[in-house]
């Protein structure tokens, strides 16, 4: 087995409010090796985004990171904020979801490159960053011609293009893709998969992929894992998860897509829970179909079912089901009311 790149282990970030902590990541633990891409999926306002910046540290003031995240001998959560700014750049990049915010439309594409390389590489002479930028670029798609263009003067795919040339500049071991191809329409998305396919191939990077688009988890990732409520309800291979998938969430999820055999419309009852006071137990069981009486009762602990990690009372130890002194082959249904 190859050696993780990032080894992420009981992360935590909350929010402070008025109401009390926001919990966005509840104890999420996973693993990347080198050249592998790890899909994140999940409803919005289930901390995918929080996540991904909770790993690199970019966090807004005020808010709370604890737990571990192993990068080369060192967790970067007790490392010193100078200490995870050097390695932001060189060592651990991230692809922000809307570049024409992230790009300053005061500076040409030329005078990006030159102010990311000058932070980084001090030392590098103006033509070697001309160099550098350029040849980036090309790899994008982007002819030399455009180096010294404005932000305006591209296409929003194009300037999606930019921000991940932006990105692999400096040639990272572990990048954050914070919804890529949102917004993008179809032939360019499947242009930007494309080069981030390059990438893993090219350069063995580690990729965090984080998206709603299952299509594109299922084309261009190794591993899926699916996140509620800020935790990875199931992880695992992506041909398993999505032909097997163990945690009824991942099962409504994959059944509310829609392909060209779609006749109907499918949703999940129902909206992601308050991370200020989230549900006893189980965070899934007030939407859930399977729910059973230990849900709302008692956390479920991560179980291993075949090459997937799940969380789910489905799977309790040997296949039986935990009911709390009573018979564990019962599957009792619940609804809300009767919770209530």
Known sequence: MTASVLSVRDLRVW?????????????????????????????????????GRGVLGLLPRGAKLDGEVGYQGRNLVTATPR?????????????????????????????????????????????QIQHRGIEVLRAMGIPPTRYRAYPHEFSGGMRQRIMIALALVLRPSFVVADEPTTALDVLVEAQIISILGDLRRNFDTALLFITHNLGIVAEACDRVAVMYAGRIVEQGPV?????????????????????????????????????????SGCRFHPRCPSAMRVCPERFPEPVVVGPQTV?????????????DGRDPLVREEITVADEA
């Open 15 to 51: 929010y402070g409010t008025e109401r009390g902590p926001v919990r966005a990541v509840d104890g999420v633990s996973f693993d990347l090796r080198p050249g592998e891409t790890l899909g994140l999926v999940g409803e919005s306002g289930c901390g995918k985004s929080t996540l």
């Open 83 to 127: 200490e995870v700014q050097l390695l932001r750049g060189p060592d651990l990049g991230l692809i922000f979801q809307e570049p024409l915010t992230r790009l300053n439309p005061l500076l040409r594409v030329s005078e990006h490159f030159e102010e990311t390389l000058r932070t980084h590489e001090p030392g590098l002479s103006k033509e």
């Open 239 to 279: 041909t398993e998860v999505f032909a097997r998938p163990q945690h009824p969430y991942t099962r409504e999820l994959l059944r509310s897509t829609i392909s060209l055999a779609t006749t109907g419309l499918h949703y999940i009852p129902g909206a992601p829970p308050d991370l200020v006071e989230p549900p």
């Open 311 to 323: 969380e789910c009372w489905l799977h309790g130890p040997d296949g039986l089901i935990p009911a």
